[in-house]
């Protein structure tokens, strides 16, 4: 089964700055989806962005964009200008197409933003 | 456009209880999740759903919880008897492999506190 890694359990940000949250995933497929959840204290999740992994071109989605690495098989998602509201759990996901539909999520980082 | 609606929202039970948590997907969704958040777990697959057949229960903890999805607008989660070990937020979600990236869509979670 594929695995996903979030190595940073907690993550802070000054307001304003810039963070990167890391993600990294094991699979043999060539093709899959990749996600980044928010979850904020309402407890919602939230799809922040998706990337296909036959993109080359690196999503975005206003002031959150991910740089993907196939082949490190890593898919970090930047915030830039950090607001107090992106302070949340972030949770990264594969979807495999192959196996039924199947999601497979990492442990999560929680982002705090520091005003 | 309705997102996924659960309930109950908030469910507070004594131990040895029936619950029955409550889903109804998205509309022309076609895969339909159940996940369990803990603290200490995480978030947890506990079965999904294609086209209202059960594709994977490997993530049901026990035969004290059943899921079904007798049609495409409804799918309910019992656990029964409950015990404390039980208590955590269970969320729906759901998918279409026909939109977007087929990325989940959930909904705001029930949250379950068995006494």
């Known amino acids: 089964a594929q695995t996903v890694t979030q190595s940073q359990p907690e993550m802070s940000v000054q307001e304003a700055e810039t963070v990167t949250l890391s993600c990294t995933y094991d699979?043999?497929?060539?093709?899959?989806?990749l996600f980044w959840y928010k979850q904020p204290p309402s407890r919602q999740m939230i799809l922040v962005i998706r990337q296909e992994a036959y993109k080359q071109q690196n999503a975005t989605e206003n002031r959150f964009s991910v740089n993907f690495q196939k082949a490190a098989k890593s898919f970090s998602l930047k915030i830039s200008d950090s607001q107090l509201g992106d302070a949340a759990m972030y949770f990264c996901a594969y979807r495999s197409p192959n196996t039924g539909n199947q999601f497979y999520f990492g442990t999560g980082t929680s982002l705090t933003v520091i005003p | 456009d309705a997102g996924v609606i659960q309930s109950p929202r908030h469910e507070v039970t004594e131990m040895g209880q029936e619950v029955t948590l409550r889903c109804k997907p998205i509309s022309g969704h076609n895969s339909l999740f159940w996940y369990r958040q803990t603290m200490m777990r995480g978030l947890e697959l506990l079965i999904y759903?294609?086209?209202?057949?059960?594709?994977?229960d490997s993530g049901m903890p026990e035969d004290r919880f059943s899921a079904k999805m007798p049609n495409a607008s409804f799918s309910t989660l019992k656990i029964q008897p409950s015990e404390p070990r039980d208590s955590a937020v269970y969320f729906c979600?759901?998918?279409?492999?026909?939109?977007?990236?087929?990325?989940?869509?959930f909904g705001e979670g029930s949250r379950l506190t068995v006494l």
């Open positions: 759903f294609n086209n209202n057949v059960p594709i994977d």
């Open positions: 979600a759901s998918s279409s492999r026909l939109a977007g990236l087929g990325e989940l869509f």
């Open positions: 699979t043999s497929e060539s093709d899959y989806y």
